[in-house]
């Protein structure tokens, strides 16, 4: 398997991610999915309904958000050693359009990969009959917890 | 009523707050509640659950920002003329500590409130056993869309 | 000239960059240049000398910031309409690896451009013997002025 | 002495800063000073002069962004361990009013002190005829690269 971004991942690798998603209780709440698992890109998907809306009745920046920063925080993971996890530092989003459709996708990409802090790209995506519309741009930190396995306290 | 941030709301602008708010799907979901509606200050509750989880079982940091997003918007809305909607154009948040507790608490708070585009500050603090901890710090760019109401299209 | 992102810009367009540019008393100081002019892209270059370094030595991520706001700005003015000018709203950059070598570039592109914001992606690169590095990327809103000519006041 | 935010430094600490703030060359160019520097709270002051301006005659953003990241840097710097030197992970800024006056100052206030990251919130303020107006406000990201002492390589 090839080291370059968006090459495919290791089975075991995929595994801890699919598993670690499953203990967010947050993804599952507000119906959202993994999608894409690769090498330093992951993307979730979300499909519409009225418990993930805003005051206009479109999707919240909120669940956005919340989808754009697991992705990231999984593309990173991706590359991290396997005794490690990892946590967002920060992250800023630009709210480009509308989040109207049907599904929102929100794709992580890692831009640079260090030792203890990773950078991503996020960027989120509306569909509508087929059609994808960039609804939302933003950067992410990660910082690498090297020792520490995935899992609770 | 004085003008300075902070001093009471009129009761109409209250109302239109507390209005839009409900229409919000997301907040009813992730069983959040307006706590605090002053000029240019809002906050938001929001107890923990395990529906509001990341994988290490502390409040997923797309919860927080769901509700710090929400919080600043309608800080900024208290100050906005009476026919108009408020959008969020980005935000950015920090992550300092992990949000842990019983009970989360997102404060907007405008630095700059403009004609077209107002500044917030957005604090997120976790509640456990009576004692804050401040757990994430973030800044906010909202527009005013004048003239366009705030209800669905 | 075709109207997407990329294509050549009119010679009018081109002029009033250079002018406004010139008129940036900082960018002369930094010894910074204008480098590339299309439609929703604009470069900058800035060469090293030991006025721009910071305390170990490299570039200081002021003046990479400081040329990324230029191309940025001036990437979305090539779209605004002739009598207005443009205003950075905020901008947020990571510093991704040292910024050192012989050059700096930094490239300010369009990613969605609207009547009154625009959002630029915007990124750094050192050169260094003929070879490129990304130093820093990072992401930036713009406001446009309509019918405020971009003169002083 | 206290360990609050705050509260004066030793003279080691300062002497530190000192020596670090003189091998930063973009500072000397940019005419920008050293004014406070207390536990967690560093400010730099830099008086108006046309190399310092924009395209209508006011401060850049890059001068005000390169001042407050370095007062940033060294607010954090002063709660870094002996043998250590501070980066910049990132920094974002909102530009909230022109950055007209005889002086800006930038403040850098540290929001979270960690062993690896820490964080600021910074100010930047513009004096006029002895007044006082807050033109910039952002937050940064900071790395302690501990047992790296802070000199050039």
Redesign the interface.
């Known amino acids: 398997m090839g080291n370059e971004i968006g090459a495919p991942v290791e089975a075991e690798i995929e595994r801890r991610i699919r598993e ?2 499953d ?8 119906g959202a999915a993994l999608h894409v698992i690769r090498r330093g890109v992951v993307s979730i998907r979300m499909p519409f ?9 479109y999707f ?4 956005a ?3 754009a ?2 992705a990231g925080g999984y593309a990173g993971y991706t590359l991290f050693p396997q005794q490690s ?1 990892v ?11 509308p989040a109207k459709g049907d599904v929102l996708e929100a794709v992580g990409h890692v ?2 990969s260090g030792r ?2 990773t ?1 991503c ?1 996020l960027e989120v995506f509306a569909e509508s009959a087929g059609s994808q519309m ?1 609804v939302a ?3 992410q ?1 990660l ?1 690498c917890m090297a020792g520490r396995p ?4």
Do not use: W, Y
């Open positions: 670690s998603f203990r967010q209780g947050l993804m599952a709440h507000l309904r009225s418990e993930l809306s805003q005051q206009h009745g919240h920046a909120g669940g958000s919340a989808i920063d697991s996890s946590l967002t530092v920060e992250f800023k989003v630009n709210l480009l359009n831009v640079k203890t802090l950078v790209r960039l741009t933003g950067q930190t910082i995935d899992v609770p306290a």
